[in-house]
T-cell receptor, first 113, second 112 residues
Framework: EAQVTQNPRYLITVTGKKLTVTCSQN?????MSWYRQDPGLGLRQIYY???????DKGDVPEGYKVSRKEKRNFPLILESPSPNQTSLYFC????????????FGSGTQLSVL | GQQLNQSPQSMFIQEGEDVSMNCTSS?????WLWYKQDPGEGPVLLIA?????ELTSNGRLTAQFGITRKDSFLNISASIPSDVGIYFC????????????FGTGTLLAVQP
């Protein structure tokens, strides 16, 4: 089954403790992206990647890192999480750079205490 | 950066009612998309619009790409309980990236 898989679904952590949210897609998509969803703000792009070893900042990249060493994986790294990074995070992928048909994962609810 | 104003923020309706929501922007978009997010899941694409004035249907859903290219609306006819969720509009300006600007979302609750 074609899908974007994020792990974990839920995560509670404390300020400053490094964490990684994994994202994997099995559709051989070139493009992958991370979003955060906050009440009243919709979905905001954090980072995106057009292909292996090619990443770029989105609208709200501060406090986040990403890597794209393999085509299928696009982990989101929070080196020193802070409470304002408490949010619902979504990974998404698509076949081509200009293809609008983004496939989203099921989300990761992160709480930073 | 660009922002999409989506309204209403939330709607609470009875089963069988029609629903209308819209998105407006100060920027021109060359693509408008409508996504639905079921509770506990990621957004799923409902309808894509590519031309100003285009009207597209997907079952009980109908969406239109505004003539000014700065707005779009989504109608749902004869709502049913499974229509519950958050609806997002998204616009793409174009260029080499796949960047979408998302609206703030409309929460729809349908009472049986």
């Amino acid at each position: 089954e074609a899908q974007v898989t994020q792990n974990p679904r839920y995560l509670i952590t404390v300020t400053g403790k490094k964490l990684t949210v994994t994202c994997s897609q099995n559709m051989n998509h070139e493009y992958m992206s991370w979003y955060r969803q906050d009440p009243g703000l919709g979905l905001r792009q954090i980072y995106y990647s057009m292909n292996v070893e090619v990443t770029d900042k989105g609208d709200v990249p501060e406090g986040y890192k990403v890597s794209r060493k393999e085509k299928r994986n696009f982990p989101l790294i929070l080196e020193s999480p802070s409470p304002n990074q408490t949010s619902l995070y979504f990974c998404a992928s698509s076949t081509r750079v200009v293809n609008e048909k983004l496939f989203f994962g099921s989300g990761t609810q992160l709480s930073v205490l | 950066g660009q922002q999409l104003n989506q309204s209403p923020q939330s709607m609470f309706i009875q089963e069988g009612e029609d629903v209308s929501m819209n998105c407006t922007s100060s920027s021109i978009f060359n693509t408008w998309l409508w996504y639905k997010q079921d509770p506990g899941e990621g957004p799923v694409l409902l309808i894509a619009l590519y031309k100003a004035g285009e009207l597209t249907s997907n079952g009980r859903l109908t969406a239109q790409f505004g003539i000014t290219r700065k707005d779009s609306f989504l109608n749902i006819s004869a709502s049913i309980p499974s229509d519950v969720g958050i609806y997002f509009c998204a616009g793409r300006i174009g260029g080499a990236t796949n960047k979408l600007i998302f609206g703030t979302g409309t929460l729809l609750a349908v009472q049986p």
